[in-house]
């Protein structure tokens, strides 16, 4: 009686062996196949890059030349050791005439009534002190309802924050 016991036992034993084995298989297959498109995202993500900070930059020479905002130039990229790199870009703004002092430009996604608008702006570390330039990619008739709208609250905030965000800047590519 006890011999049998034991057989049916490790009978049982040996079927949950199996189902564990089966569904260990099953989960590691699942966690591989996560792991696979995680790091295509990440690869496509580190591979858009590049590209995004290009497009950025033109963005913000469209918006030097749709305000006729002549005094600078785009330069190269600014790493931000900041939480606010998420939300804006800075890149170094190269004046046409000699200057002793670094400007940057910034664009910095602004939450208005007509949702994120990207809003251009000039840091000069002379003056301390962000000058808003425009918004990027508006049409006319948005951008002079937004700009009122927005002057007085989102412009003059970012404004007030840019000079933290440039402070937190980190060189690099």
């Known amino acids: 009686m006890l011999n049998q016991e034991f057989e049916d036992y490790s009978q049982v034993n040996s079927e949950k062996k199996t189902f564990y084995k089966n569904m260990s298989i099953k ?10 498109f995680f ?7 580190l591979l858009g890059r590049k590209s995004w900070r290009v497009g950025l930059s033109n963005e913000i ?3 030097f030349e749709e305000k006729s905002y002549s005094e600078y130039s785009v330069g190269e ?15 170094k703004a190269l004046p046409f005439t000699k200057k002793d002092f ?11 009534l007509y949702g994120p ?11 301390s002190e962000a000058t808003f330039i425009g918004f990027a990619r508006i049409n006319e ?15 003059r905030y970012w404004a007030g924050k840019i000079p ?9 590519k």
């Open 77 to 91: 990229y600014v790493k931000l050791n900041s939480i606010m790199s998420v939300n804006c870009a800075v890149f």
């Open 61 to 63: 020479e469209k918006v």
């Open 27 to 36: 989960a590691g297959i699942f966690c591989g196949i996560l792991a696979v």
């Open 164 to 172: 933290e965000i440039i402070a937190k800047k980190k060189e690099g």
């Open 102 to 112: 670094d400007s940057y430009a910034v664009i910095i996604r602004t939450p208005t």
């Open 141 to 155: 008739r948005i951008d002079g309802s937004i700009r009122n709208a927005a002057l007085n609250s989102q412009v």
């Open 117 to 127: 608008v990207a809003a251009v702006y000039v840091y000069e570390t002379k003056r």
């Open 39 to 45: 790091a295509i995202l990440v690869a496509f993500s």
